[in-house]
């Protein structure tokens, strides 16, 4: 069966500044969040694949056809693709069925397999109540528009649906609601999706596989514990769970030593300098003691509350700054003297230029 997506080697750019930097992306099926910071080019991407942006170079293949190679590009409306953006752009002056039934062929509007009933398939698939159907955009809440906008993006049988940050303007919990209903509604669909995202809980919640993005190139491609557990390179443990990286040195081939002390490595690794990236929930701030098998010693520098947890952020007194993330009963002050250890192993990354500690 071939792939919903596929892309190689695409560039994009708007006038002279190159954004895409040579893209190279296989979508099975599933959702595939595409995850990177402000400015990246995730939106540039999705729009390039949706054939609003022309690529300068590369190819793109939806569900086995070609619809951009060389300088062959195919309409945008001929790609097949589902498209919900931001904020759904739903069309205020159409209700909710008119809105759902906007991309169906005549046939499917007016032909034995009626408008009415599609409409009221699709609004089950995406959990809203039939009873929606007549109401306009304006009289439903954030949550249910964005969950038309799917309705009317699935609506067609696309094989592929491209979300661009759709819960972006949502609050928290009904972001994780609808997120988890819209997945629901594309598995039920058959569809595979391509998610943007800058949201790291939503690309690793939501997704099967997460593409790690950063300045027009991805920097890995692989299911959610994977980029989260084994991070290909030390950007992208920064980038997905805020590590902090620690430089070390590697004697044995399966322990470091760095200002921590000695810490066990999960990847087994040549002797040498390396970076290691250590998950803020590994490291766990203790009262200060004189004894130095408690942890290294460091003074607290600053505090974010976040009611279920907090992160504390440390100076050792060898000078390097970690965050750690610690339970909300357990909070120190800014300034109070601490000692910082490691639970659990953590990644190497060789670092040929760094000093040996
Ligand atoms: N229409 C445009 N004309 C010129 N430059 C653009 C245009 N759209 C985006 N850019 C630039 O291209 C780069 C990538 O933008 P893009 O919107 O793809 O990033 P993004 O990762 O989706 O960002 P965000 O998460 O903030 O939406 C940015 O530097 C942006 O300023």
Redesign the pocket.
Known sequence: MSAALEIHGLEA???R?P?LLGIDLVVKDGVTAIL??????????L?TVAGFVAPSAGTVSVAGSEVVSGRRSVPARLRGLGYVPQDGALFPHLDVAANIAFGLTAAERGGSYGRTDRVAEMLELVELPSALAQRYPHELSGGQQQRVALARALAPRPTLVLLD?PFSSLDASLREDTGRAVVRALRAAGAAALL?T?DQGEALSLADQVAV?MG?AFLQVAPPATVYLSPAEPRVASFLGHASLVDGYVEGDAEARCALGIVPLRMTCEPGAVRLAVRAEQIQIRPHSADRADGAPAEVVDISFYGHDATVRVRLDSGEQLSARTPATSVPTPGDRVRVGVVGDVVAFRDDAAPRP
Not at 36 to 45: D, V
């Open positions: 750019g708007y006038g500044t954004v990177g910071p402000s400015g990246c080019g995730k939106t540039t991407l729009r940050e943007v800058h993005m027009g």
